[in-house]
Each structure stands twice: as C-alpha cells, then as structure tokens.
C-alpha cells in the first residue's frame, strides 16, 4: 500500500489549491480515503474523508463549504480540492486509507496506512 500526498504551496488568502493523493495497492472502491492536516504545533486533524463503495463523505466543520473531495477512478488518485483559503488552512496535509471502516471517518486513529505530506500556505 502507497500513498503519496502532492499539490501544496504558497497561495494568497481568498486563493485556491488541489491537492492530489496518488495511490498504489489499493482497491479504492473498498477503502476509506480521508484527508488530514497537522498545523505546527498542533494536533493532526481530520478534513474530509471519502469511501466508493457506500457513497460515504464527510466534511470538517471548518472545511464545509470550501474543500471538495473526489476521486479519478482510472488514475487511482483522490483529490482534495480547497477553494477560499485562509491562513489557518496553513498545514502538512496527510492523505490516509484503511480497509476496515464502515463508511468513512475523519478520526486519525482510525486509519492504518498514511502517505508524507505536503505543505500549504496560506499567507499575503
């Protein structure tokens, strides 16, 4: 199993980023896909989460509205779109899978495999 996260940056408050998560030796339908972020100094938190088979997705209160989650099927890759930054969605974004959960979870406990991260800024 692999999970590569990419796609951060610098970008203005007000300014958008897609986040990719590229996978390998992983049955998309049947895995939960979440998004986290851990901001230094901070606790890791979930952000979104996504799971094919039941159609499960979730959005972080802090998020709704904002990010979008989806997923290329024939290139085994999950995006996380973020539009209308703000500074504190500054972070490493962590994508994660796990095979076990019924629907999807943004509890980073409840994931088994993660990828590295990728840095976003968000800052003028």
């Known amino acids: 199993v692999q999970l590569q996260a990419s796609g951060g940056g610098l970008v203005q408050p007000g300014g958008s980023l897609r986040l990719s998560c590229a996978t390998a030796?992983?049955?998309?339908?049947?895995?939960?896909i979440g998004w986290f972020r851990q901001a230094q100094g901070k606790e890791r938190e979930g952000v979104s989460c996504f799971k094919s088979s039941d159609g499960s997705e979730h959005y972080a209160d802090s998020v709704k509205g904002r990010f979008t989650i989806s997923r290329d099927k024939a290139k085994n890759i999950i995006y996380l779109q973020m539009n209308s930054l703000k500074p504190e969605d500054t972070a490493v974004y962590y994508c994660?899978?796990?095979?076990?959960?019924?629907?999807?979870?943004?509890?980073?406990?409840?994931?088994?495999?993660w990828g590295q991260g990728t840095q976003v800024t968000v800052s003028s």
């Open positions: 030796g992983i049955p998309l339908d049947y895995y939960a």
């Open positions: 994660a899978a796990d095979p076990r959960l019924a629907g999807c979870s943004i509890r980073t406990p409840d994931y088994e495999y």
